[in-house]
Every structure is written in C-alpha cells, then in structure tokens.
C-alpha cells in the first residue's frame, strides 16, 4: 500500500480509496446493504453462490487475515455475532449456513478488505478445497 491511497481517519479508522468495499461502506459505490454499525457493514455478494451470500466486513480497511493486529479481536469477534444474527434474520440458522474467509492467492481471494462470506439456503457442497 502506497502513502497517497492510504490514510488515516479519525478514531483509527483506514481507508483504500481505491477499494471496492470502501467504496460500498462510503457509499460511492452501489450494493444491497443489509446490515451496518460502528464497526461492521454487511452487503449481498454481486454474484451469490447460494440463494443467501451475504458479505460481513470492517468499516477499517484491514487487507486480509494476515493483516490482522493484537488490536482487531474485538473485531473480529463482532464480524461473526453479526453474521449469527444474520443468519437468523434470513431463516437459515436452523438449516445450517457456512462461514467462509478467503485469504490470499490460493484461497483465491480477490477482493483485499477482509470479509466473511456467510452462504446459506442450499445444501452446501462437500468436501471442501
Ligand atoms: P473473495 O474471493 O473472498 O475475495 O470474494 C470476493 C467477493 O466479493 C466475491 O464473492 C464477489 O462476488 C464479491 N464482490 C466483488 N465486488 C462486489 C461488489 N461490488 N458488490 C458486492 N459483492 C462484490
Ligand atoms: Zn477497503
């Protein structure tokens, strides 16, 4: 990350400019948000892999896992209530739903602003990887 496409907000919060999530949590870019706090924001995938594919990510622009500090446990620890209830709220508690976190190349992750996929409404498929 270059100096001039990174900046600090105030309350130690950090954008990318040139990100898409940050574009979505600011609002300068469209998307079906469907949950948002202090902290979190959650939005429904582009592309849905299940008939629920909702994106769980931090306000803070935080690269991926490998990128994550002492700090973020909180966080982190939010990012997954928010995606319990969430889950609740779509009606797949019950039937089950999978959490997933891409992190790097061969997980294939694409986007860098770290971000908890919650699927759910289908039998998932399995075994994984
Ligand atoms: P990952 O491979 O874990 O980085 O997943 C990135 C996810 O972001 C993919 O499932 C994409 O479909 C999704 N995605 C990319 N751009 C957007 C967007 N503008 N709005 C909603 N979802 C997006
Ligand atoms: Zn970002």
């Not at 950090?14 to 600011?26: L, R």
């Not at 002492?70 to 609740?88: N, P, Q, W, Y």
Request: net charge neutral; charged share 20%.
């Amino acid at each position: 990350m270059v100096w001039w496409v990174k900046f600090q907000l105030p309350k130690g919060n950090s954008v990318d400019p040139t990100c898409i999530f940050c574009k979505i949590i600011d609002g300068n870019s469209p998307s079906t948000i469907v949950h948002q706090d202090e902290h979190a924001v959650a939005f429904l995938d582009i592309h849905p892999a299940a008939p629920v594919h909702i994106l769980i990510v931090p306000r803070q622009h935080i690269e991926s896992i490998n990128a994550l500090e002492t700090e973020h446990k909180s966080l982190i620890g939010h990012m997954f209530t928010v995606a319990r209830d969430l889950a609740k709220e779509k009606g797949v508690s019950e039937s089950g739903y999978r959490l997933i976190i891409n992190n790097g190349s061969d997980a294939r992750q694409a986007v860098f602003h770290l971000h908890l996929h919650l699927l759910g409404g289908q039998q998932m498929r399995y075994p994984m990887g």
